[in-house]
């Protein structure tokens, strides 16, 4: 269960594709054109579907395929308005027949992909709203009275063990705007960034539960900033990670 510290766990980490070949099938995502498969032995275009908002991530599973998309819209009428929210997808098509792919369904979660993983019988997606605002008494604003706010980030799970039944397990959500992650078998470390205090904030997200739940477990800070999610390294129980500090000093930092 989360939390057991159960690091052991044997279950495959997954990390997303763009192009995918299995056999002599080409699977490829298109920004404007979905999921496009290809049969190489005979150069033809199988098939191409749509998505809306633009693809990022491809799992293949069985006889199913797994897009995730940012910045998809959701277009509803409510009392003659056309209202468009914007958020993220993960499609669900079933490729037993390349030539004729069928959308089985999308779950929609808030906010832009970050990025995702599929460990074991789960596929676990980060996204992340940006936001910045102040707040006031009376209307005036001042730097005694300001506060700011540098968004929100969520982590769903999606459970796939069954392909006749695949449903979201759980969702967390926390304060910061994440735009890195980094994942074992059973962590998933989400990065911001502490404006204020020159920091990279890392929260550990415990993804331990096979069935796919999950919990926020705390937050550390690590000094400077993060280039990219290869800065992390999680090994015998301790996070590794690599920073730089900021102009002048543009120090490399180790902790």
């Known amino acids: ?15 997303p594709d763009v192009i995918r070949q299995a056999g002599d099938l080409l699977y490829v ?7 496009t498969i290809v049969d ?10 749509p998505t809306y908002g633009y693809p990022r991530d ?3 599973e069985g006889a199913n395929a797994y897009v995730l998309v940012s910045y998809a819209r959701d ?6 308005l056309i209202k468009v929210d914007y958020g993220s997808k993960l499609y669900v098509m079933d490729v037993s027949d390349p030539a004729a792919v069928v959308t089985r369904g999308a779950f929609s979660f808030e906010g832009d ?16 709203d940006s936001s910045w605002y102040e707040c006031c008494d009376d209307g005036v604003v001042s730097t005694e009275t300001a506060r700011k706010s540098y968004g929100s980030t969520g982590a769903v799970s999606i459970n796939i063990a069954d392909p006749a039944n695949i449903h979201q397990v759980d969702t967390v959500s926390f304060d910061g705007y994440g735009n890195l992650i980094q994942a074992t078998n059973y962590a998933i470390f989400s990065v911001s960034n502490d404006y204020d205090g020159n920091n990279s904030l890392i929260t550990y997200i415990d993804i331990a539960d096979p069935e796919g739940h999950i919990a926020v477990r705390g937050t ?18 301790a996070l590794r990670v690599v920073t730089n500090t900021w102009q002048p000093d543009r120090q490399t930092l180790v902790t």
């Open 40 to 49: 190489l032995a005979g150069e033809t275009v199988l098939s191409q579907t």
């Open 58 to 60: 491809l799992y293949l």
């Open 113 to 128: 992909l970050v990025d995702s993983r599929m460990v074991g019988n789960v596929i676990y997606a980060v996204s992340s």
């Open 75 to 80: 277009i509803t009428e409510e009392d003659g």
């Open 29 to 35: 995502l298109n920004q404007y054109r979905g999921l």
């Open 220 to 237: 550390a800070a690590a000094p400077g900033y993060m280039a990219d999610r290869f800065k992390m390294d999680a090994w015998n129980g």
């Open 1 to 15: 269960a989360p939390g057991d510290g159960n690091e052991g766990t044997e279950r495959e980490l997954v990390e």
